[in-house]
């Protein structure tokens, strides 16, 4: 009993040998928050000659006159570092029905800690991108007001990941995504009407509880201070970073790195 396993489930952490020798693992708690711009300059429209609007009425998504790149960030969703993000979608509402095709939108993170709200030329454009991106190509917008399916992203999950996996990143960070590409839909802005302004939401796992390592290569409760001497050579023991697994969740071969403080 308590010897560690694999119960083959993605969604449980801390698999051991229950008193009935059945390998069972925790349930990871499934959380869901959602943000929607609240502020002016936190929605943003840069040209191609680099002007950064951040009052407009609306957001054109990508054309207006020109090819633009949007900005958006998103404050309070309280999502801790290191957390498992299972799902992730900016949801928008229809402004105007002027739709340009083809429309294909690339969606991309701030590889950023905290992101700064916007402002200034290039403010959009030249911030550090995540490595990973998503690609939407949405159907035509039909009716002003509308706000379901069709005007909701695809799944950038993987995005936000990479943002709150930055070792700086903390649950009262400000995450900002930034969209590139083609074509035109156009949707409320916080300006235009605040009720209605982009609202990402996500779902997620709080993250696996931090592993420490005593000199003996064991495990010992994370957070534990220790403060004992080694037995074998009378020096303080030596406890390591929260080590880094990978893939996370795994069901398979794991890697696993850390680094000695």
Do not use: H
């Amino acid at each position: 009993i308590g010897d560690t396993c694999n119960d083959s489930d993605p969604n449980t952490i801390n698999d051991q040998i229950d008193q009935n020798c059945a390998c069972t693992g925790t349930p990871l708690m499934n959380n869901s928050v959602c943000s929607r711009i609240n502020s002016s300059p936190d929605d943003a429209e840069e040209k191609a000659n680099g002007t950064v609007s951040l009052t407009s009425s609306d957001l054109e998504l990508i054309f207006d006159g020109t090819t633009q790149t949007i900005g958006l960030r998103f404050t309070n969703l309280n999502i801790p570092q290191g957390a498992i993000i299972t799902n992730a979608d900016i949801q928008f509402t229809v402004d105007q029905t002027d739709n340009v095709n083809p429309c294909n939108l690339e969606i991309y993170g701030q590889a950023s800690d905290n992101a700064a709200t916007f402002g200034g030329n290039y403010n959009i454009s030249t911030r550090p991108k995540t490595i990973l991106s998503a690609t939407c190509s949405p159907a035509n917008w039909i009716n002003v007001g509308d706000a379901g399916p069709a005007q909701q992203t695809v799944n950038i999950a993987a995005v936000i990941q990479e943002i709150v996996n930055r070792s700086g990143y903390t649950a009262n960070s400000a995450i900002v995504t930034i969209i590139q590409g083609t074509g035109k839909r156009t949707a409320k802005s916080f300006n235009g009407n605040s009720s209605l302004a982009p609202e990402l939401c996500v779902e997620y796992y709080d993250p696996p509880q931090s592993l420490v390592f005593n000199s003996n290569s064991t495990l010992v409760e994370s957070g534990a201070q220790l403060d004992t001497l080694n037995e074998n050579d009378n020096k303080p023991e030596r406890n390591y970073n929260p080590i880094n697994i990978y893939p996370n969740p795994a069901t398979d071969d794991i890697t696993i790195s850390f680094r000695a403080r």
